[in-house]
């Protein structure tokens, strides 16, 4: 049982690239959600995906896009690389919104030169 | 703003000991209450949850809500080296259905 897998788990980008984080969970969860966890700043929230076919801004939206492909994938992209956007990216998922728990991938770690 | 607030540590006790962390929150209306451990350099899982409702024992983890001073703790009894890591405190208010509110966490290490 892979739980919620994310790809890649290293990337160096450098400024003004993009790239897109790819998330796939097994677990027919309906919500997903982008995180970026920064020292001193803790877990914030990028987007989310209360479930397929939505999405919604979390408290950083700026500079993101995402994509709820399906119900099992959820991507987030980096139109144009900054070097305020080196973090490490974790994807999660939960059966729903409402006070489920959220299961974490592994962490993608990004960093932008 | 509604806040969850973790002492940054980092917390020391000794092998054998009860490691006793706390997260207060400032939402009164909050429902449910998460607590995660973090190794450094991997991702959260979850240790435990409770809902407003009551406490919680699992193993050596003992998750507690005092409501009138609205904190949650987490006992951690004959504490292990291996508990050594960042405990994230995760917090859902009633009026809202797509967040956790997020403590920044608490280290804790156990010495040998």
């Known amino acids: 049982n892979a739980g919620v897998t994310q790809t890649p788990k290293f990337q160096v980008l450098k400024t003004g690239q993009s790239m897109t984080l790819q998330c796939a969970q097994d677990m027919n969860h309906n919500s997903m959600y982008w995180y970026r966890q920064d020292p001193g700043m803790g877990l914030r929230l990028i987007y989310y995906?209360?479930?397929?076919?939505?999405?919604d801004k979390g408290e950083v939206p700026n500079g993101y896009n995402v994509s709820r492909l399906n119900k099992r994938e959820f991507s987030l992209r980096l139109e144009s690389a900054a070097p305020s956007q080196t973090s490490v990216y974790f994807c999660?998922?939960?059966?729903?919104?409402?006070?489920?728990?959220?299961?974490f991938g592994e962490g993608s770690w990004l960093t932008v030169v | 703003q509604k806040e969850v607030e973790q002492n940054s540590g980092p917390l020391s006790v000794p092998e054998g000991a009860i490691a006793s962390l706390n997260c207060t929150y400032s939402?009164?209306?909050?429902?449910?209450f998460f607590w995660y451990r973090q190794y450094s350099g991997k991702s959260p899982e979850l240790i435990m949850f409770i809902y407003s409702n009551g406490d919680k024992e699992d193993g050596r983890f003992t998750a507690q809500l005092n409501k009138a001073s609205q904190y949650v703790s987490l006992l951690i009894r004959d504490s292990q080296p291996s508990d050594s890591a960042t405990y994230l405190c995760a917090v859902k208010s009633a009026g809202n259905n797509r967040k956790l509110i997020w403590g920044l966490g608490t280290s804790l290490a156990v010495n040998p």
């Open positions: 995906s209360a479930s397929e076919g939505t999405t």
């Open positions: 999660a998922s939960s059966e729903g919104t409402a006070g489920n728990t959220i299961y």
């Open positions: 939402d009164r209306g909050s429902q449910s």
